[in-house]
């Protein structure tokens, strides 16, 4: 009796498996994929956003280091 369950239980898993993986395939055909041209366009935005990000946290990194060792300086 017991194994029957069990038997039930991996029956229902993998039929939930499979059903999401039908399910994913069909929604993925939905998708509409960027063109090579839109892809470039927005990895190169992507690219330069980060790296304004970078130099802006550099510049605030840089002053609070500054401005704290100008405190020290001034207690010392």
Same mark, same amino acid.
């Given at each position: @009796?017991?194994?029957?369950?069990? $038997?039930?239980?991996?029956?229902?898993?993998? $039929?939930?498996? !499979?059903?999401?993986?039908?399910?994913?395939?069909?929604?993925?055909?939905?998708?509409?994929?960027?063109?090579?041209?839109?892809?470039?366009?927005?990895?190169? =935005? +992507?690219?330069? =956003? @980060?790296?304004?990000? !970078?130099? =802006? =946290?550099?510049?605030?990194?840089?002053? +609070?280091?500054?401005? !704290?060792?100008?405190?020290?300086?001034?207690? +010392?």
């Amino acid at each position: @009796m017991a194994e029957t369950k069990q $038997k039930n239980f991996f029956q229902r898993t993998g $039929k939930k498996i !499979a059903k999401w993986f039908r399910e994913m395939k069909s929604e993925l055909k939905k998708v509409t994929w960027p063109t090579r041209k839109q892809l470039i366009n927005n990895t190169i =935005v +992507a690219l330069t =956003v @980060m790296i304004i990000v !970078a130099i =802006v =946290v550099f510049g605030f990194d840089w002053c +609070a280091n500054r401005l !704290a060792e100008l405190l020290i300086s001034i207690s +010392a």
